[in-house]
């Protein structure tokens, strides 16, 4: 192998990096090097939230068969993803009761979601709570990475203030603990992620190039266009063409994060300028746009550890596009009313097809006859399972993606009742190299995941 070629992994340009995906010619110094949990290629792990529970009656799965099952109407907008997909049942969060702390159970979903501890109630700073798992893996393989983690949901994290019956805002809008008292805030910024994955090393130089790039409208691939065009030359004809491919891809997402930041379309011209917030309006174009940056992030192995929240807790937003006016939080609480559950499961069913979009790009990129969702353990659920009665047993957790090949999918997965969450997240530490005898109110691992 040619040894310029084995050292390429970024091309580079005057405050610009950017990582280079899978590619024949460079794969087998990069696993082989980098992987550290014995696999061939690298492991990614990601955890998306969804707040205020589920309607459990149209997302547990019929029938008694771990593969014949009946997929739950919420689940169905992935159906494609059927066989990359396990359904567990019976796993709980015990850290998300009171245990004689009273109301909170939204604030306590959260910060128990990844820790598995149960946070110290106060709205002041004597803050506790534990180290979540995605940290974990974070502290063991992060310096194999440029990015240990990366942190990311569509509503900004608190600093400070009372938000849930005495808790703190930081335990309803942080997902991530690096320790017991100190969260890590999410970006919710799709540019802001973008310029970090495809920033240099030096800050100055970053932000000089961001100026000039905002000026002149040029994309980050303006300059590494002498690096790339080398580069070309020492590829096969598979991987100039994958290389082509990522690389439209990076500057379609640059587009479509340049257009969000404008005011949208409207019947009269309005001046051309960025929204005050920096983010997309609309709800479903800023997920999207944020599981871009964690495909592109995953792809170009610049993190293998990320943490994602929908909303805050108990977020009370309103989802117009679907034609319901009332918020998500109040919805939950819907006291047996037939139309306010058929409400609660449009959400949830929508929330997955935001999923889907998701997966649907894991899917479609290549590293070697393996998929990156293949090579990707995708936990989506919430720390809550019926909204209505705040319960944190029978948790609604879908496991997506193969783990490199250590995971069997496909199933149905039911395990003994109040099996504690933390045993899934044992397991999958596992499976990126970051392996613990235990991790907080672990008991074992589920091993069925394995087959």
Partial sequence: MNQMLSRRTVLRGMGTMVALPWLEGIASARTTARTANGFDSPVRMAFLYVPNGMHMQDWLPGGSESRNFSLPKILEPVARH??????????????????????????????????????????????????????????????????PSLELGTEESAQAGRCDSGYSCLYTSNLSWRTRTSPLAK??????????????????????????????????????????????????????????????????????????????????????????????????????LLFDMMVLAFQTDSTRVISFMYTNAGSNRSYRNLGISGGHHHLSHHGGSREKQEQISQINRYHVELLGYLLDRLQSIDEGGRSLLDNSMIVYGSGIADGNSHRHTNLPIALFGEGGGSIQTGRKIDCAPGTPLTNLYCSLLDRVGAKVDTFSDSTGRIDQIGG
């Fill in 82 to 147: 059927r066989q990359q997909m396990n359904l567990l049942t019976g796993l709980t969060l015990d850290g998300a009761y009171s245990h004689g702390d009273g109301g909170g159970d939204h604030a306590r979903s959260v910060a128990s979601y990844l820790t598995g501890a149960h946070p110290r109630k106060t709205d002041g700073k004597d803050i506790s709570n534990g180290v979540s798992v995605d940290q974990v893996a974070a502290n063991q393989i992060g310096h194999l990475t440029r990015f």
């Fill in 187 to 288: 970006e919710v910024n799709p540019a802001a992620v973008f310029s970090r994955l495809f920033g240099g090393p030096n800050r100055a130089e970053n932000r000089i190039a961001e100026m000039k790039r905002r000026e002149r409208r040029q994309s980050v691939l303006d300059f590494v266009r002498q690096d790339a065009k080398k580069l070309e030359h020492q590829l096969g004809k598979a991987d100039r063409r994958k290389l082509d491919e990522y690389l439209f891809a990076v500057r379609e997402i640059e587009r479509r994060i340049a257009a969000s930041e404008k005011l949208g379309e409207v019947e009269v011209d309005v001046p051309d300028f960025p929204r005050p917030a920096g983010v997309p309006a609309e709800f479903g174009q800023h997920v999207k």
